[in-house]
T-cell receptor, first 107, second 110 residues
Framework: GIQVEQSPPDLILQEGANSTLRCNFS?????LQWFHQNPWGQLINLFY???GTKQNGRLSATTVATERYSLLYISSSQTTDSGVYFC?????????FGKGTKLSVKP | DVKVTQSSRYLVKRTGEKVFLECVQD?????MFWYRQDPGLGLRLIYF???????EKGDIPEGYSVSREKKERFSLILESASTNQTSMYLC?????????FGDGTRLSIL
């Protein structure tokens, strides 16, 4: 099956800093999504992005499907950005999740 | 906004009990999913359903079954709960690929 690798596993930032999270896939996917799990365990869908670039406020994501990777950019980070960021990919609705990047933003 | 509601936030059951976890979505989505999340293992798919009365096994279906009698409701059943099923359980529904999750049920089997 598809393998999903995320890097880095942990990231500590000072408030206001920018960061890039990466997701690599072992095989082609036609469904790729980024999620944020907040400290209370709620999983929020950030982007559905099987290819191309999307932006939503301070967050943006780029997927290069031909090279099987996706990037999540966080600009001007805030303490509320803390939590775990997951990417997930697969075919149709059957998603394989990566292990996540744990982000801590310090005030 | 999509609303996916899981019946319990926390649940404690005993070994051998039959346990029902309920999930309801309000957006008429055809696809629904059950995952479990464990430290170090991430989210793993247990079962999913593409339509009423249809179900497909995910990566870890052993010890679980599901029921989808109505489009909006997807139930996860632990036939005979065991301690290794202590976990966080997350339900999701999707339309055109984008998955939306409930708040999760933290289940403890004693």
């Amino acid at each position: 099956g598809i393998q999903v690798e995320q890097s880095p596993p942990d990231l500590i930032l000072q408030e206001g800093a920018n960061s890039t999270l990466r997701c690599n896939f072992s095989d082609s996917v036609n469904n790729l999504q980024w999620f944020h799990q907040n400290p209370w365990g709620q999983l929020i869908n950030l982007f559905y992005i099987p290819s191309g670039t999307k932006q939503n406020g301070r967050l943006s994501a780029t997927t290069v499907a031909t090279e099987r990777y996706s990037l999540l950019y966080i600009s001007s980070s805030q303490t509320t950005d803390s939590g775990v960021y997951f990417c997930a990919g697969g075919s149709q609705g059957n998603l394989i999740f990566g292990k996540g990047t744990k982000l801590s933003v310090k005030p | 906004d999509v609303k996916v509601t899981q019946s319990s936030r926390y649940l404690v059951k005993r070994t051998g009990e039959k346990v029902f976890l309920e999930c309801v979505q309000d957006m008429d989505h055809e696809n629904m999913f059950w995952y479990r999340q464990d430290p170090g293992l991430g989210l793993r798919l247990i079962y999913f359903s593409y339509d009423v009365k249809m179900k497909e096994k995910g990566d870890i279906p052993e010890g679980y079954s599901v029921s989808r009698e109505k489009k909006e409701r997807f139930s996860l059943i632990l036939e005979s709960a065991s301690t290794n099923q202590t976990s966080m359980y997350l339900c999701a529904s999707s339309f055109e690929g984008t998955q939306h999750f409930g708040d999760g049920t933290r289940l403890s089997i004693l």
